[in-house]
């Protein structure tokens, strides 16, 4: 895994547990509003949605805050219209960030966004500037430990791609419309799943083996992460699990 990615996970698990939750509630809601907006309110013919609700349950939303969100995507209840926008730009080193948001104040946003990344060290780019260094994916994180030859026969057999390992954990990764189905089908093997989810994967990442300058791109990562309209962020960095366990200490 990416440092990136392995601070990513590190965030998600850190968000379900600190003060934090309320936070990633308010984003995840969000996510499940726009994506009833935009698919229909029955997670069985629109699978954005059912990733969207999964990913609610893993958090700990509760069933009817989940179910009024999907009410006010679908024009049921009376709610906020979302619009979705991502950015891109640079962190210090010249590592490739992707922000995704979703807000109710396009110039509000694009304003403290450009305001983030200025003050940590980064810069705005032109879309498209460094979109093309990443390619969507689903991943799924399943517990470990597991015989790999096993989990490689039952991923190949789920219609998985491949699989990495993260610590005791390892990560399946999926085409992203596959990732529901792959899903169902480790969980029916008996594969204990810890997460499943839609992500923009780095093609090549950077190395990162200074650590003051690895703590300046993860300090930036962290506060666009804070920032409410923030959904997803990011980047094609790869540091080592001892920098970014001192950062998160």
Not at 94 to 114: F, H, M, P, Q, Y
């Amino acid at each position: 895994m990416s440092g990136h990615s392995k601070w990513a996970t590190t965030k998600h698990r850190k968000g379900a547990k600190d003060s934090a939750r309320a936070k990633v509630f308010a984003k995840i809601i969000r996510q499940v509003e726009v994506a009833a907006r935009e698919g229909g309110g029955d997670p069985a013919s629109n699978a954005s949605l059912r990733t969207m609700y999964q990913k609610a349950r893993e958090a700990s939303v509760p069933i009817d805050t989940i179910e009024r969100a999907i009410k006010r995507g679908t024009g049921e209840l009376e709610g906020v219209r979302y619009e979705s926008i991502s950015y891109e730009g640079y962190a210090p080193g010249g590592v490739a960030v992707i922000v995704e948001t979703l807000t109710d104040n396009r110039n509000r946003t694009s304003a403290e966004i450009k305001h983030v990344f200025s003050k940590n060290g980064g810069s705005i780019a032109e879309p498209g500037a460094v979109s093309w260094q990443f390619d969507r994916k689903g991943i799924i994180e399943v517990k470990g430990p597991i015989d790999e030859d096993q989990l490689l026969e039952w991923v190949m057999e789920a219609g998985g791609e491949n699989f990495s390992a993260s610590g005791e954990n390892f990560i399946v990764t999926t085409e992203p419309h596959d990732v529901g189905i792959v899903r169902d089908a480790l969980e029916g093997f008996g594969v204990k799943i810890v997460s499943a989810d839609l992500t923009l994967v780095a093609q090549n990442v950077i190395p990162i083996e200074d650590e003051t300058e690895a703590k300046k791109i993860l300090r930036l990562m962290d506060a666009i992460d804070d920032h409410d309209d923030v959904q997803n962020v990011y980047a094609n960095f790869d540091v080592s699990d001892e920098i970014l366990a001192s950062f998160e200490g």
